[in-house]
């Protein structure tokens, strides 16, 4: 059976992030992508300059109607905006898809735009975490659904995990490109214990859609059977090494001239 993944979140003009991203990494990785839209947005490499929320009512219709009829191997949650999407989307996956749930907890994006509100963190917090087998925040996102003020250590970051841990997903990827210094590194929590991941850092403007591209290569894998629940270091650690495929290769790209976008195709393209 081919593998199939879903991306529930909103849309990129400028393909770098979102669902456009979250395609992308599906196919450079082999799976069959499956969308749902959460919001529409204006947006380049430079910013975001409006945002239209798709109805909470009808975002839950889209996931139904496509379930019913197509078996997803795995889903992940992007940019969600408002509560009652939230909610929507936290109702709608639990039990319904027949692989594990990733969960982006979109809150900001690279330009430093604001994408959610308050009861939006909130309701992720105490909503859509408890359904989640992995959730992957940045460091202020974490200190935003924890309420606290950000890390600005990997040894501060693992105590972040393990407090988000504790509000219900089954494991918890801290990604810590928010630290800076030489590596960038990310922090796995699960109820094993905390496993830290380290890659070169990347010196590169082309970095629209990391978290994106992380997540939903992630939730590819493990569509394709690569890790998962039983553990999730096979499935991090793969996408972590696309991911950097992607960052490295990003500026030969040459769109936009803000944050451009990483290489989802790198090494699969031909020059």
Known sequence: MTPVALTVAG???????GIQADLKTFSALGVYGTAVLTALTAQNTRGVTGVHPVPAAFVGEQIATLLADVTVHAAKTGMLGT??????????????????????????????????????????REVLL???????PNVPEAAALLGVAPATTVDELAVHAGELLELGPGAVLAKGGHLGGDESLDVLATAD????????????????????TLSSA???????GVGGPAGWEPAVERARSYLQRALEAGTSLGIGSGHGPVHHFAGIWER
């Open 11 to 17: 849309s990129d003009p400028s393909g770098g992030a």
């Open 83 to 124: 509560a009652d999407v939230v909610r929507e989307v936290a109702a709608a996956l639990a039990g319904r898809v027949a692989g594990p749930v990733v969960v982006d907890p979109v809150m900001v994006a690279t330009s430093g735009d604001r994408l959610v509100d308050d009861d939006a963190i909130t309701a992720v």
């Open 130 to 136: 408890p359904v989640a087998d992995l959730v992957t």
């Open 193 to 212: 214990g905390v496993v830290v991941t380290r890659r070169p850092r990347v010196d590169t403007t082309a970095t629209h859609g990391t978290g994106c």
């Open 218 to 224: 992630i939730a590819a894998l493990v569509a394709r």
